[in-house]
């Protein structure tokens, strides 16, 4: 074989352990023995509403051969310089010695100790068709249909405890980066670090935020939240996001935090709203992510935990969505909404009731709202006449002229059209943010 395509999944656990960190150690391996990667590593954010997903449900790949011509910098790896080429020799690879390579770097990384970790890793020379990673990325797919596909493509791959790793892992493969791409730079922590609270510097963040535009997700102003570091006690430090490479270098350097162990540029489909599909409602299903358009038929209203429920209907039938508490400010836009709005919804779908989980909304129309804003006024005495009681009308107390018509006024409303779209706190991986949108 002249190259081998690399793709595991599902190593970590909420308890520590990093899928893109076993990257570098298969990097670091892989360069030891002399073979290089082509092209960027890829980070493949897979479907966000599989209720057993990863924690970021992010998948891995890499393209492994001897690379020859232009090389990029894309990494360094225990202070080792880690480079990608474009094009590589017509020799062959051998296919024995990564797999040892692979399997030691989960052997040593993956937290199969904890019950939800089936990790999966791939070996191939061609990569599947694009339709796996479509299907991936925005249904639920059975783990036998994908073990079927690598038979029939005489695939090396081992799947381990119930083996739904190596979905995530063959669909990272299938992805093809040529319709839309982001880039992020991942920087992980000193080893004796992992686990212990992080040190970063707010300030640091949002000066690199107002300097590099064509990065995103880094800093929620509202809430004060800095999207660049986990939570978790994984091996990251953090992560910048953008859609150019060379600045996501330029962008590191601004930063200011405690020391860094490596770090690594993935090519990625996050903030690519690839996980979405346009449907009727009378077609969506639960797990799914989509794109309605509808007519609101049930004004937003406020329920327990202060999330915000309103109804859409369309042609084919009607569903509830909902801004969640975690979307925060994003409520107070929904609450403006009224029935008779016509819009666009974007979200994941809840199966338990059948909910859009909204990820952001597009007001197409608003509706006209009138509102009773004072009784009628006698045409003869010019006063206010009394309301007879609801629904009988009025009547001037004085020369009892009558009258069915209050005055009416036309609302104004405090929304406009276009787009709306959650905080940054609050967004997903795959979410197309606005300033991505044209």
Request: with cysteine; proline share 4%; glycine share 8%.
């Amino acid at each position: 074989m002249e190259n081998i395509w690399i793709g595991f999944d599902d190593t970590d656990s909420k308890n520590g352990g990093c899928t893109t960190y076993v990257a570098c150690s298969i990097l670091k391996k892989i360069n030891a023995v002399g073979l290089d990667i082509i092209s960027y590593p890829r980070l493949v954010r897979l479907n966000p509403n599989i209720p057993w997903k990863t924690r970021g449900n992010g998948a891995i790949s890499l393209r492994i051969g001897h690379g020859i011509g232009e090389k990029t910098k894309i990494g360094e790896i225990e202070g080792k310089d880690i480079f990608c080429y474009k094009e590589m020799k017509n020799d062959n690879v051998d296919i024995d010695k990564i797999r040892e390579i692979v399997v030691k770097s989960i052997d040593e990384q993956a937290r199969l100790e904890d019950e939800n970790t089936n990790s999966g890793f791939v070996l191939i020379d061609n990569q599947p068709s694009f339709e796996t990673y479509d299907k991936t990325v925005k249904e639920v797919i059975k783990l036998e249909d994908i073990e079927n596909l690598l038979k029939e493509s005489k695939a090396e791959y081992k799947g381990y405890k119930n083996r739904r790793g190596l979905i995530g892992a063959t669909a990272s493969i299938a992805w093809l980066d040529s319709k839309d791409k982001t880039y992020e730079l991942i920087a992980y922590r000193q080893k004796n670090k992992w686990g212990k609270t992080r040190f970063f510097d707010d300030k640091s963040t949002i000066k690199m935020d107002k300097k590099f535009i064509s990065t995103f997700d880094n800093y929620d102003y509202k809430n004060k939240h800095n999207r660049l570091f986990p939570s978790s006690p994984c091996p990251v430090l953090f992560g910048i996001r953008g859609e150019n490479q060379k600045e996501l270098i330029k962008a590191k350097s601004l930063i200011k935090s405690e020391d860094i162990n490596s770090w690594l540029i993935f090519v990625t489909n996050q903030g690519t709203d690839d996980h979405l599909q346009k449907k009727k409602i009378r077609n969506i299903k639960p797990y799914e992510s989509v794109i309605v358009e509808g007519e609101i038929s049930k004004t937003p209203h406020t329920i327990d935990g202060g999330h915000v429920i309103f109804s859409i209907k369309d042609s084919s039938g009607e569903v509830d969505c909902a801004a969640y508490e975690p979307t925060k400010e994003f409520r107070d836009i929904i609450r403006k909404l009224d029935v008779g709005d016509n819009l666009e919804v974007f979200g994941g779908i809840r199966e338990n009731p059948i909910t859009i989980n909204l990820e952001k909304i597009n007001i197409l129309n608003l509706a006209n709202i009138f509102d009773k804003v004072e009784n009628p006024v006698c045409p003869n005495c010019g006063k206010h006449m009394k309301s007879k009681g609801s629904g009988q009308g009025f009547k001037c107390v004085k020369c009892k002229t009558k009258s069915n018509k209050p005055i009416i006024k036309q609302r104004k409303r405090e929304i406009k059209l276009g787009f709306y779209e959650v905080p940054v706190c609050s967004r997903r991986h795959l979410s197309k943010p606005l300033k991505r949108m044209k």
